[in-house]
């Protein structure tokens, strides 16, 4: 198993892949974004819904939110901005407008319930608050109870030119009305935060690589979500192995890559946001992709040349009418991340397209890409591909000890992409880091003679809901609160549309619940993916002698009601 240092994957590597990356390439996230426009000018960086944005539009509005958190709230170096946007034009320019003032994102689902919501501006500390207005009812009842002090405000049109931008604003909130009625005192529309920090002198911030830039919010085993506390360094890091990864598959300034996926997901904000913005490519930002037909319909207006996305959307494009109809000429990269790429999906998207569709692995804690499979080997293999630049992978037992080549272990990671901990969780930090610095990911794997990883497990009871990850202590818990449960247990299920769907297992308090009633309870306090699709009702659930649920029997006998 061992080369000069341990790692065997290294002769597998396609051409030109390096086996290490240079972190000092970039001193920060911002000088990934400042390079860039430079370079790239006059080129398109971001397009969505028709209206777009140069390299010279986002380095000038970003710089202009920055100033305005800087000259205008006060906002001190490493003070939290949440941002709770969809995959608008107003992301990137608030999200690297926040970095460049200093200061660390927090990305924010939109469509967390006011539980979800609340949770996370606390545990943050987040100062202030971007928000797309659609959402604004659900932090209209939450907003009081937290440590924001400014909301700025967003309509879905705001950054595209007049009368686009009117009209756009319209038909969202008076013919589909999208924008139900909320009412937060002092609130700032974004364009006059704009307007006002333009006014003001910015201030560059010479950010290190040891400064935070994201927290990014991932479930907890305890139900509690947690922010892994991504630095500088650990996405500049995982910037530059992706764009190894991808030597000779890309060309500077001439890419056109597809957003389905949401830029506070950590897979988009890296791979599509980020890594793409380096070497100047087009991206068109996707803001609804569960409307199938309308994204086919804006596929046919692009000759894109890279896709992202998850199992399920893949899926649910290849079923789609006219998506084979598309031109896939330009199409050199497809990769599927988030969950598994099942093996049926990855066939027919080859036969579909022509193009393969390759898988990779990765964790909100490694910023996050781990593994991907070498993108000159077309053929879907059922593994997660190789460790990328720079990584190192170890897999051992629950005492820390290696296991030998080809059994089965936890899949431990150490290289520059892994976070610094999670934020304000000294503890449940202890239990993912091991002494010699490698990252517990709670999956069991297991690694061939060549280096291919393959996932076997998971160890940890995460349930991945098409790519977003589910911890089945959250469900127990909002489930036990309604008034009819007696007891509850959660476990991840096998779906056929979402890789995994969630199943509770009920024992009944008061005997005429129903369902459909626990499904409603839920609604109210979660957000859509973590709603149970399977509920079950027992007269007991099954034990072990000290009293802990046997999830495992569970899933095993999957019933549903």
Known sequence: METHDGRIWLKQYSPGVPADIDLNTYASVVDILEQACKKYRNLTAYECLGASLSYDDLDKLSQDFASYLQNVLGLNRGDRVAIMLPNVLQYPV???????????????????????????????????????ENFCTTLQKVVGNTKVETV???QMGDLAPFPKSALMNFVVKRVKKMVPEWDILGTVP??????????????????????????????GTTGVSKGAQLLHRNI?????????????????????????????????????????????????????????????KELKKHRFTAFTGVNTLFNGLLNTP?????????????????AAVQQAVAERWSKVTG????????????????????????????????????????????????????????????????MAGYWNRPEETAKVMTADGYLRTGDVATIDEKGFVRIVDRKKDMIIVSGFNVFPNEIEDVVAKHEGVLEVACVGVPDDKTGEAVKIVVV??????????????????????????????????????????LRKELRDTPKAA
Request: hydrophobic share 40%; proline share 7%.
């Open 355 to 418: 193009k393969p569709l390759s898988e990779a692995y990765g964790l909100t804690e490694t910023s996050p890409g781990v593994c991907i499979n070498p993108l000159d080997k077309p053929d879907w293999n059922g593994t997660i591909g190789l460790p990328i630049s720079s990584t190192w992978v170890a897999f051992r037992d629950d005492d820390n000890n290696e296991v030998p080549m080809g059994e089965p272990g936890e899949l431990c990671v150490k290289g520059p992409q892994v």
């Open 94 to 132: 608030v999200m690297f407008g926040v970095l460049r003032a200093g200061l660390t994102v927090v990305n924010v689902n939109p469509l967390y319930t006011p539980r979800e919501l609340e949770h996370q501006l606390n545990d943050s500390a987040a100062r202030a608050i971007v928000i797309i």
């Open 508 to 549: 009944k308090k008061d005997q005429a619940l129903t369902a459909a009633a626990l499904r409603e309870h839920c609604k109210q306090h979660m957000t859509g993916y973590k709603v149970p699709k399977v509920v079950e009702f027992r007269t007991e659930l099954p034990k072990s002698p000290i009293g802990k649920i």
């Open 152 to 154: 700025i405000t967003t």
């Open 322 to 338: 006219g998506f084979g109809e598309l031109d896939f000429s330009g199409l050199r990269c497809t990769l599927g991340g988030g």
């Open 236 to 296: 500049v890091g995982n910037v530059l192995q992706a764009r190894a990864w991808l030597t000779g598959h890309i060309s500077e300034g001439k890419e056109l890559i597809i957003t389905p996926l949401p830029l506070y997901h950590i897979f988009a904000l890296t791979a599509n946001c980020l890594v793409f913005l380096s070497i100047g490519s087009k991206n068109v930002l996707i803001p609804n992709p569960r409307d199938l037909p309308g994204f086919v």
């Open 190 to 219: 974004l364009k006059k935060a704009l307007s006002r920090g333009r006014s003001q002198p910015y201030h560059r911030v010479d950010l290190t690589h040891d400064d935070t830039a994201f927290l990014q919010y991932t479930g």
